[in-house]
């Protein structure tokens, strides 16, 4: 793609974007996690190769569609060439309209695909008309892996599956809560494997430091061994219980 068909696709995207985001509220920023002060957060988005996956796949798609709306109207005009005349005008919108909205749909949605990681928890917030966030506690993830297809492996770009529980919780539009999810996916980054060893290593600090990061005080308040003074004095106090008995 030449520089000025470059530039004038980014013009017209972006003045499209800005009307969605606009219209529809969608935030261009990562969604926030609470967290500690000074506490490192890696917010990341989809590398660019998977943006040219989906376009791939879109093109794809488009070829077939577009081959199948061109073959019904070559159909018509053969049959009743009068009659596909007068639906040319349908069938162009019927083939280009689509795909329109489809080739900006797949910008908006890498556009608000975020993967927020902080050292308790992860979120993953994906959508285009409805924005999900699914929030993953690492006290609940069970399993990390990392899946790549053929295709893929083309385009640079792996997902991160956090198996979880069931105790993940997702979040839908004004804040209602769906059903329990149990596995969040990280799709599409070009570092997978830096990901997964991060969300293990979180894993394994907040299992070893415990649900609420608090020191163990079970050794403060458990209790000393018995001196041989505190058993002196258990058998003069038997001794003297016996005696006034008695």
């Known amino acids: 793609m030449s520089d000025p068909v470059r530039r004038t696709s980014e013009w017209v995207y972006e003045g499209v974007w800005g009307v969605l985001a606009h219209a529809l509220r969608v935030p261009r920023t990562p969604p926030e996690l609470p967290v500690q002060p000074g506490e490192q957060v890696l917010a990341l988005h989809p590398s660019e190769g998977y943006l ?7 093109w794809i798609a488009l070829v077939v569609f577009d081959g199948l709306v061109f073959a019904g109207w070559v159909a018509s005009v053969v049959a009743a060439p009068s009659l596909g005349i007068l639906i040319s005008p349908i069938a162009i919108i019927v083939a280009v309209l689509p795909d329109i909205i489809a080739y900006v749909g797949i910008h908006v949605l890498y556009d608000t695909t975020w993967y927020v990681i902080t ?5 993953i ?8 966030e699914l929030t993953i ?3 609940n993830v069970q399993n990390v892996t990392v899946n790549q297809g053929p295709l893929q492996r083309f385009f640079g770009i792996a997902d991160v599956t956090v198996e979880t529980a069931g105790g993940s919780v997702a979040t839908g539009p004004h804040g209602t809560a769906n059903s329990s999810l149990h596995a969040g996916i990280i799709k599409g980054i070009d570092n997978a494997e830096t990901v997964r060893s991060l969300i293990r290593e979180r894993l394994g600090q907040v299992r070893t430091a415990g649900l609420g990061d608090e020191p163990d005080t079970r050794a403060a308040t458990r209790a000393t061994p018995w001196q041989a003074q505190h058993v002196e004095a258990l058998r003069e106090i038997r001794d003297t219980i016996r005696s006034i008995a008695h």
């Open 52 to 58: 040219r996956y989906l376009k791939f796949q879109f």
């Open 119 to 123: 050292k308790r928890s992860l979120r």
């Open 125 to 132: 917030r994906t959508g285009i008309w409805v924005l999900n």
């Open 137 to 139: 506690t690492f006290e």
